[in-house]
């Protein structure tokens, strides 16, 4: 059974750092594409940072204009789990923080599109 299984969210001050943690189980996401995703009630939901697939991907990397240089996605294939991590957080970036996969093995790109697993997310919340 897919499961992803988000964690480390919580409150942060304004310019501080957090990593959230989206834990795989009943597949090995290091042959998948995992994208992370924000929301904030009443607002579409907005793809934040994505990874490819490994080895075919080679760590190929991709984000949203509002995170890029603040936020990096990297990954730990021995404990199946793909990272988010932010830094320089600004109140704007408080968001429910969700991962999700398309399940199609060996991408070479990753991008928010075509997500059909997703994880029950974890509340990031930034404030002074």
């Known amino acids: 059974q897919v499961q992803l299984v988000e964690s480390g969210g919580g409150l942060v001050q304004p310019g501080g750092s957090l990593r959230l943690s989206c834990a795989a189980s009943?597949?090995?996401?290091?042959?998948?594409?995992i994208s992370w995703f924000r929301q904030v009630p009443g607002k579409e939901r907005e793809g934040v940072g994505c990874?490819?697939?490994?080895?075919?991907?080679?760590?190929?990397?991709f984000y949203a204009d509002s995170v890029k240089g603040r936020f990096t996605v990297s990954r730990d294939n021995t404990k199946n789990t793909v990272y988010l991590q932010m830094s320089s957080l600004k109140p704007e970036d408080t968001a429910a923080y969700y991962c999700?996969?398309?399940?199609?093995?060996?991408?070479?790109?990753?991008?928010?599109?075509?997500?059909?697993?997703w994880g029950k997310g974890t509340l990031v919340t930034v404030s002074s």
């Open positions: 999700a996969t398309d399940l199609i093995v060996g991408t070479v790109f990753c991008s928010f599109v075509g997500m059909t697993n």
């Open positions: 009943g597949f090995a996401s290091d042959l998948y594409t």
């Open positions: 990874i490819a697939s490994d080895p075919s991907g080679a760590g190929y990397t």
